[in-house]
């Protein structure tokens, strides 16, 4: 655990932020050694149906995945008070919610799966790999579910560094089992989400075992689990709009991949490799974003608005200049990225143009999302939601269609930093009103108790 109400600033979000990149990393290995494996050994039109299924997947996901970053928020909330009780409570909530949710996700996913796919206008020679992929994958959900539990958690609590030893662990079992099951044994796509599932229930399991005998607060078991209406209503409080808004955006991916879907099996290939590609190199961003939103948490918590300014200060720098190093890097070394996942001439240029015209705007994407993490530790998660969903459905969508009618599949492309200056306006001129000072669980300082 990690109390960030005092210290030097910059030096925590650094250190808090560095377990999450590497957890990042190795966790969206999971996604790219799927892509590589499949593009490499199955062919363009399995890397296609893995890249579908993604967005299905994480709409189907992204709600309650939401509000397990609520109840981060309010954990960092009560940790910051130290308010212990509750703190115990809280986690014990969470879980109950995450495993009810899971059932839920899991049997609507599988039977909804073949028409989502033909809704969103799959090319037909796609649909049957990807139904098998995804109904696959979406078996597992519980344990995808009860480990980003324990992330949100330990997270909440200061600790970005446990979680990362078991998203490694993960990491090296799925690539192993990928190679295994689709390099050696010559398996099909479906093998490759067996591997996943595998990996996050060791990964999973491990987890509870270790942190059940060595953490002092968490204590996973279903024997002595309680469910605290109050608390779950403060977490869906704040996490709902932010799983609103992750719906939103998957929705939006998959409005998104519908009009890529129209340019051929080719364009559906190249934005699955693109993608990949596109969610490392942002996933910095997104973990400087995650810290910022413990340290907001603790430090409202405290009643230390001052440490919150200067943690988006150091926050913003950081997410600039890593935003400015990484466009050089993939406007450089694009094309050969993309030839790790394809051999295949027109799915590597389609895709280095994405590459090219996408990460020349890195900076607003780290820009608009270091202040959203300031507003997520806040409690503030509405407006964020409005501005996605505005940036997205209202600008980004149609957007898409108008430009893919005048310049075809790259017109897809501009459509997105289009969204995020947009994003990073609103939500720039939300954070100067001061309201999301007020959002947060905390009301009253904790009362000091002085000894004779």
């Given at each position: 655990?990690?109390?960030?109400?005092?210290?030097?600033?910059?030096?925590?979000?650094?250190?808090?932020?560095?377990?999450?990149?590497?957890?990042?990393?190795?966790?969206?290995?999971?996604?790219?050694?799927?892509?590589?494996?499949?593009?490499?050994?199955?062919?363009?039109?399995?890397?296609?149906?893995?890249?579908?299924?993604?967005?299905?997947?994480?709409?189907?996901?992204?709600?309650?995945?939401?509000?397990?970053?609520?109840?981060?928020?309010?954990?960092?909330?009560?940790?910051?008070?130290?308010?212990?009780?509750?703190?115990?409570?809280?986690?014990?909530?969470?879980?109950?919610?995450?495993?009810?949710?899971?059932?839920?996700?899991?049997?609507?996913?599988?039977?909804?799966?073949?028409?989502?796919?033909?809704?969103?206008?799959?090319?037909?020679?796609?649909?049957?790999?990807?139904?098998?992929?995804?109904?696959?994958?979406?078996?597992?959900?519980?344990?995808?579910?009860?480990?980003?539990?324990?992330?949100?958690?330990?997270?909440?609590?200061?600790?970005?560094?446990?979680?990362?030893?078991?998203?490694?662990?993960?990491?090296?079992?799925?690539?192993?089992?990928?190679?295994?099951?689709?390099?050696?044994?010559?398996?099909?796509?479906?093998?490759?989400?067996?591997?996943?599932?595998?990996?996050?229930?060791?990964?999973?399991?491990?987890?509870?075992?270790?942190?059940?005998?060595?953490?002092?607060?968490?204590?996973?078991?279903?024997?002595?689990?309680?469910?605290?209406?109050?608390?779950?209503?403060?977490?869906?409080?704040?996490?709902?709009?932010?799983?609103?808004?992750?719906?939103?955006?998957?929705?939006?991916?998959?409005?998104?991949?519908?009009?890529?879907?129209?340019?051929?099996?080719?364009?559906?290939?190249?934005?699955?490799?693109?993608?990949?590609?596109?969610?490392?190199?942002?996933?910095?961003?997104?973990?400087?974003?995650?810290?910022?939103?413990?340290?907001?948490?603790?430090?409202?918590?405290?009643?230390?608005?001052?440490?919150?300014?200067?943690?988006?200060?150091?926050?913003?720098?950081?997410?600039?200049?890593?935003?400015?190093?990484v466009t050089v890097l993939i406007v450089l070394f694009g094309q050969g990225l993309m030839t790790l996942f394809s051999s295949d001439p027109a799915v590597v240029k389609i895709g280095q143009d994405y590459l090219l015209i996408v990460t020349s705007f890195y900076i607003l994407f780290s820009l608009m999302f270091s202040y959203n993490g300031l507003?997520?530790?806040?409690?503030?998660?509405?407006?964020?939601?409005?501005?996605?969903?505005?940036?997205?459905?209202?600008?980004?969508?149609?957007?898409?269609?108008?430009?893919?009618?005048?310049?075809?599949?790259?017109?897809?492309?501009?459509?997105?930093?289009?969204?995020?200056?947009?994003?990073?306006?609103?939500?720039?001129?939300?954070?100067?009103?001061?309201?999301?000072?007020?959002?947060?669980?905390?009301?009253?300082?904790?009362?000091?108790?002085?000894?004779?």
């Open positions: 655990m990690k109390d960030f109400t005092s210290g030097n600033v910059t030096k925590q979000i650094l250190s808090f932020s560095a377990p999450l990149v590497l957890g990042s990393v190795f966790q969206n290995f999971y996604n790219i050694i799927d892509s590589i494996v499949v593009g490499n050994f199955l062919g363009k039109e399995a890397l296609a149906a893995v890249g579908a299924s993604f967005p299905v997947i994480f709409t189907l996901t992204s709600l309650v995945i939401g509000i397990g970053s609520g109840a981060s928020t309010v954990l960092s909330q009560y940790f910051g008070a130290k308010d212990m009780k509750n703190v115990g409570k809280t986690i014990d909530t969470i879980f109950v919610f995450l495993f009810a949710a899971a059932v839920v996700v899991t049997f609507v996913g599988i039977a909804l799966s073949g028409f989502i796919f033909r809704m969103i206008g799959l090319p037909d020679e796609i649909i049957p790999q990807s139904k098998v992929y995804m109904n696959i994958y979406l078996s597992g959900t519980f344990l995808l579910f009860g480990f980003n539990g324990v992330s949100s958690v330990l997270r909440g609590l200061g600790d970005s560094k446990t979680p990362l030893w078991f998203v490694v662990i993960a990491t090296v079992l799925n690539t192993l089992l990928d190679l295994l099951f689709v390099g050696v044994f010559g398996w099909g796509v479906g093998s490759v989400a067996v591997a996943t599932i595998l990996a996050q229930g060791f990964s999973f399991i491990g987890a509870v075992i270790y942190l059940n005998r060595t953490h002092p607060i968490i204590r996973v078991s279903i024997k002595n689990i309680r469910f605290d209406r109050g608390i779950f209503r403060s977490c869906a409080r704040i996490g709902l709009p932010t799983g609103f808004q992750q719906s939103f955006v998957s929705l939006g991916m998959m409005a998104v991949m519908g009009i890529v879907a129209g340019f051929g099996t080719d364009a559906v290939a190249a934005y699955t490799a693109a993608l990949r590609i596109d969610s490392f190199a942002k996933m910095p961003s997104v973990a400087f974003s995650s810290a910022l939103a413990t340290f907001t948490g603790q430090n409202l918590g405290a009643f230390r608005t001052d440490r919150v300014r200067q943690g988006l200060r150091s926050t913003l720098v950081i997410s600039a200049l890593y935003s400015i190093l507003l997520r530790g806040a409690g503030a998660t509405f407006v964020p939601m409005l501005t996605t969903l505005f940036t997205l459905w209202l600008v980004r969508v149609p957007l898409s269609v108008w430009l893919a009618a005048k310049f075809g599949v790259n017109g897809v492309w501009w459509a997105l930093p289009v969204s995020w200056g947009l994003g990073c306006v609103i939500t720039l001129l939300y954070y100067f009103t001061g309201w999301w000072k007020n959002k947060g669980v905390v009301k009253s300082r904790p009362v000091e108790v002085v000894s004779d």
